[in-house]
T-cell receptor
Framework: AQKVTQAQTEISVVEKEDVTLDCVYE???????LFWYKQPPSGELVFLIR??????QNEISGRYSWNFQKSTSSFNFTITASQVVDSAVYFC?????????????FGKGTKLSVKP | EAQVTQNPRYLITVTGKKLTVTCSQN?????MSWYRQDPGLGLRQIYY???????DKGDVPEGYKVSRKEKRNFPLILESPSPNQTSLYFC????????????FGSGTQLSVL
């Protein structure tokens, strides 16, 4: 069975702190995709990144970076020098390639609060 | 502008009164899906569709129906809503097979009294 675990329910930091959101996944598939989505207080879901299982290179996009480690089945997300606008719920998600269900399995989310 | 449009944005109804939440996409996507979001549970898939006239159950299909008569539309139907269907609903679409990122609608907050 596929599963995504985001153990941190809520995190609170002060602006300019670095913060890492953890994501651990379970799957028996050898080919799969991992995603991060952001849900700001306005409620919409904003796509942040997609990573396939064959690409373990870490990725950096501005203040955001992602660390994918197949050995520990983790896909952690780090925000450097956090800002108040980063306050949101962040979801990690897993999808198997070409799966018959075409399902995106979401974690329960981590609520990040960045205080000024 | 490429988008997934859900309507209504907010809906309050009473138990047993049939309702439909509409979803439309303008990107010619084959794949469409409905999710519900509940506190502490994340997003869970209700139904999905791989193309016109092809639909299948997700993880939490009980109490819901869908149809896919046209490629662009994928309405979610609650024949007899109950309070446990109070939730935030998202429609999503993508091209099928290559796991492109899902495009999500803005969400529909449903309250069943």
């Amino acid at each position: 069975a596929q599963k995504v675990t985001q153990a941190q329910t809520e995190i609170s930091v002060v602006e300019k702190e670095d913060v890492t959101l953890d994501c651990v996944y379970e799957t028996r598939d050898t080919t799969y995709y991992l995603f991060w989505y952001k849900q700001p207080p306005s409620g919409e879901l904003v796509f942040l990144i997609r990573r396939n299982s064959f690409d373990e290179q870490n990725e950096i996009s501005g203040r955001y970076s992602w660390n994918f480690q197949k050995s520990t089945s983790s896909f952690n997300f780090t925000i450097t020098a956090s800002q108040v606008v980063d306050s949101a719920v962040y979801f990690c998600a897993l999808s198997n390639y070409g799966g018959s269900q075409g399902n995106l399995i979401f974690g329960k989310g981590t609520k990040l609060s960045v205080k000024p | 502008e490429a988008q997934v449009t859900q309507n209504p944005r907010y809906l309050i109804t009473v138990t047993g009164k049939k309702l439909t939440v509409t979803c439309s996409q303008n990107m010619n996507h084959e794949y469409m899906s409905w999710y519900r979001q509940d506190p502490g549970l994340g997003l869970r898939q209700i139904y999905y569709s791989m193309n016109v006239e092809v639909t299948d159950k997700g993880d939490v299909p009980e109490g819901y129906k869908v149809s896919r008569k046209e490629k662009r539309n994928f309405p979610l139907i609650l024949e007899s809503p109950s309070p446990n269907q109070t939730s935030l609903y998202f429609c999503a679409s993508s091209f099928w097979g290559d796991n492109e990122k899902l495009f999500f609608g803005s969400g529909t907050q449903l309250s069943v009294l």
